[in-house]
T-cell receptor, first 110, second 113 residues
Framework: KNEVEQSPQNLTAQEGEFITINCSYS?????LHWLQQHPGGGIVSLFM???GKKKHGRLIATINIQEKHSSLHITASHPRDSAVYIC????????????FGTGTSLTVIP | GAGVSQSPRYKVAKRGQDVALRCDPI?????LFWYQQALGQGPEFLTY????????KSGLPSDRFFAERPEGSVSTLKIQRTQQEDSAVYLC???????????FGPGTRLTVL
């Protein structure tokens, strides 16, 4: 099942670069989450979006409901941003389920 | 507690053995989710509770998987007659309601030999 597609799968960036991770989905959703997972670590919720744009520190998340697309941006990237970033969508029209993308593995090099 | 806790953190089981994985959500959180994350993959939805009611269990991979939340707080995911393909990290998450950010536990890494 590929309700959620993320790109790129892997991303290497130099410290300070502006980073964009994309998420596309194929069904109508009620909300979209961006999650962060460090190697061997737990998952932390970064954003929950149902429309528009949210900003938290150097992180910005946007969603276009009509185009079924969301982006996560990281400004002034830092090595501590290295993690897997996962997009997850909440679908409520056939129950209450979350579908996850396979994640984007980000490595920021000093 | 301060966050979602899960126990045990690691479990090794012999094929055919039954296991029980526990999740303690944040106090007062109505919604509770169980996910399975295979190595190198994103999490996959297993089941969802609203209080004690299991509203969606469509992600449970077989009838060997059973989840309960009898008093609307602690939840247990039980896997009967474990098989090697059950090896994964089992994640629990809770939130105050369906349209809120989720808080994830550290997961239980299950290895079936």
């Amino acid at each position: 099942k590929n309700e959620v597609e993320q790109s790129p799968q892997n991303l290497t960036a130099q410290e300070g670069e502006f980073i964009t991770i994309n998420c596309s989905y194929s069904v109508g959703i009620s909300a979209l989450h961006w999650l962060q997972q460090h190697p061997g670590g737990g998952i932390v919720s970064l954003f929950m979006l149902s429309s528009g744009k949210k900003k938290h520190g150097r992180l910005i998340a946007t969603i276009n409901i009509q185009e079924k697309h969301s982006s996560l941006h990281i400004t002034a990237s830092h090595p501590r941003d290295s993690a897997v970033y996962i997009c997850a969508v909440l679908i409520t029209n056939t129950g209450n389920q979350f579908y996850f993308g396979t994640g984007t593995s980000l490595t920021v090099i000093p | 507690g301060a966050g979602v806790s899960q126990s045990p953190r690691y479990k090794v089981a012999k094929r055919g053995q039954d296991v029980a994985l526990r999740c303690d959500p944040i106090s007062g959180h109505v919604s509770l989710f169980w996910y399975q994350q295979a190595l190198g993959q994103g999490p996959e939805f297993l089941t969802y509770f609203q209080n004690e009611a299991q509203l969606d269990k469509s992600g449970l991979p077989s009838d060997r998987f059973f989840a309960e939340r009898p008093e609307g707080s602690v939840s247990t995911l039980k896997i009967q007659r474990t098989q090697q393909e059950d090896s994964a990290v089992y994640l629990c998450a809770s939130n105050p309601g369906l349209y809120n950010e989720q808080f994830f536990g550290p997961g239980t890494r299950l290895t079936v030999l």
